[in-house]
T-cell receptor
Framework: LAKTTQPISMDSYEGQEVNITCSHN???????ITWYQQFPSQGPRFIIQ???TKVTNEVASLFIPADRKSSTLSLPRVSLSDTAVYYC??????????FGAGTTVTVRA | DAGVTQSPTHLIKTRGQQVTLRCSPK?????VSWYQQALGQGPQFIFQ???????QRGNFPDRFSGHQFPNYSSELNVNALLLGDSALYLC??????????FGPGTRLTVT
């Protein structure tokens, strides 16, 4: 499984856009990039998944450059409720998810 | 539609004891995975059950075992508990896709 590197923490303010970049230099051809969100004392929640270029849903956007060695999760106009840990996962294995330490995003008023 | 449910919510056990955690998957899901999440770390994959059989296993000792029932619900059993087994145990269900739905977890404390 490709290893991922993402910042340990990020701070932001309400209404700002938050961009979290994940590095995955050893990503394989069949690997997808998936992001999960986790609030304290809850299980992780699927946010978005992509393979290349850009993917957008009602919650976030995922930008993937042509070489796919990194990806950026973009959270538009964050609110206090977006304070959580965000995990970047890379793999093609439907069977198991490999989580790293994640990025703790703190949104302040 | 109920999501993934887990029981109990919290549990306190003593070293050497055995524990059983339970999980009911989201309606329509046939695959159940178990994860262990230590404080301040990401979830670590324990194993996955599909069609009542263990399909894949992570790097966990044999003290960790599981079962899936015909109604797709699942149990996680841990024998000979160690202090290091204290963690949040998460169950996730899916229909064999990469999008897994997680339950709220069971907080296990071993003293």
């Amino acid at each position: 499984l490709a290893k991922t590197t993402q910042p340990i923490s990020m701070d932001s303010y309400e209404g700002q856009e938050v961009n979290i970049t994940c590095s995955h230099n050893n990503i394989a051809t069949n690997d997808y990039i998936t992001w999960y969100q986790q609030f304290p004392s809850q299980g992780p929640r699927f946010i978005i998944q992509g393979y290349k270029t850009k993917v957008t849903n009602e919650v976030a956007s995922l930008f993937i450059p042509a070489d796919r060695k990194s990806s950026t999760l973009s959270l538009p106009r964050v609110s206090l409720s977006d304070t959580a840990v965000y995990y970047c996962l890379v793999g093609d294995d439907d069977y198991k998810l490999s989580f790293g330490a994640g990025t703790t995003v703190t949104v302040r008023a | 539609d109920a999501g993934v449910t887990q029981s109990p919510t919290h549990l306190i056990k003593t070293r050497g004891q055995q524990v059983t955690l339970r999980c009911s998957p989201k309606s329509g899901h046939d695959t159940v995975s178990w994860y262990q999440q230590a404080l301040g770390q990401g979830p670590q994959f324990i194993f996955q059950y599909y069609e009542e059989e263990e399909r894949q296993r992570g790097n966990f000792p044999d003290r960790f075992s599981g079962h899936q029932f015909p109604n797709y619900s699942s149990e996680l059993n841990v024998n000979a508990l160690l202090l290091g087994d204290s963690a949040l145990y998460l169950c996730a269900s899916s229909r064999s896709t990469y999008e897994q739905y997680f339950g709220p977890g069971t907080r296990l404390t071993v003293t």
